[in-house]
């Protein structure tokens, strides 16, 4: 059984307690990876192609060692114009270990999860009088903002504007987002 898997940006054809060097990944030595994107599965009897990935099929591996590869030598010349460059690099490199082709069944990594929802901002006015804190109502909350908008940059009274759901605020200037604000 053999597989067509997409490792660290490359597509690798692997089969199980194979020793693979791909460029360096993130993991610890010694931990086990698992990637998803499959994308063509042979177990001897049927080929099963995926478009673009196979869902449900994974390839389990351990991070054996982390190395560096062979040293190439980059060297550059132009003739008659005494420029010579010689520059040399290693690729930092990652050995696998294959260790399971799973056809069905596999989870994905990036599970999707629900959306929390925001915590609403409490707007606190402060009694000059007394000194006591106590929530603002709505309607001081919107009024406080009308005067200060003249304050904010426009940036933030764009982003102002998309919370409340005003349209075209990209072509508008300053003045027009204060105007369309204050409605």
Do not use: C, W
């Not at 089969?15 to 177990?43: I, N």
């Not at 460059?85 to 294959?98: D, F, M, P, S």
């Not at 309607?139 to 933030?156: A, G, N, R, V, Y």
């Amino acid at each position: 059984m053999y597989a067509i898997v997409e490792i660290a940006g490359q597509q690798f054809k692997v089969v199980k307690d194979q020793k693979l060097f791909v460029h360096r990944l993130a993991d610890k030595e010694g931990s086990k990876v698992s990637f998803d994107k499959v994308f063509l599965l042979d177990d001897g009897q049927k080929v099963s192609i995926g478009a673009p990935a196979i869902t449900g099929a994974s390839v389990e591996a351990k991070v054996v060692s982390h190395l560096k590869g062979d040293k190439v030598i980059v060297f550059k010349k132009k003739r008659r114009k005494g420029y010579r460059v010689k520059n040399g690099h290693r690729q930092a490199l990652t050995e696998l270990v294959i260790e399971k082709i799973q056809a069905s069944g596999s989870k994905s990594k990036k599970a999707v999860e629900p959306a929390k929802p925001k915590k609403e901002k409490k707007v606190v006015k402060i009694d000059k009088k007394v000194g006591s804190k106590k929530p603002a109502s709505k309607k001081e909350s919107i009024k406080t903002d009308k005067k200060d908008l003249t304050s904010l940059t426009l940036t933030q009274l764009k982003s102002e504007a998309k919370k409340r759901g005003i349209e075209g605020i990209s072509n508008m200037k300053k003045a027009e987002l204060i105007k369309a604000l204050n409605k």
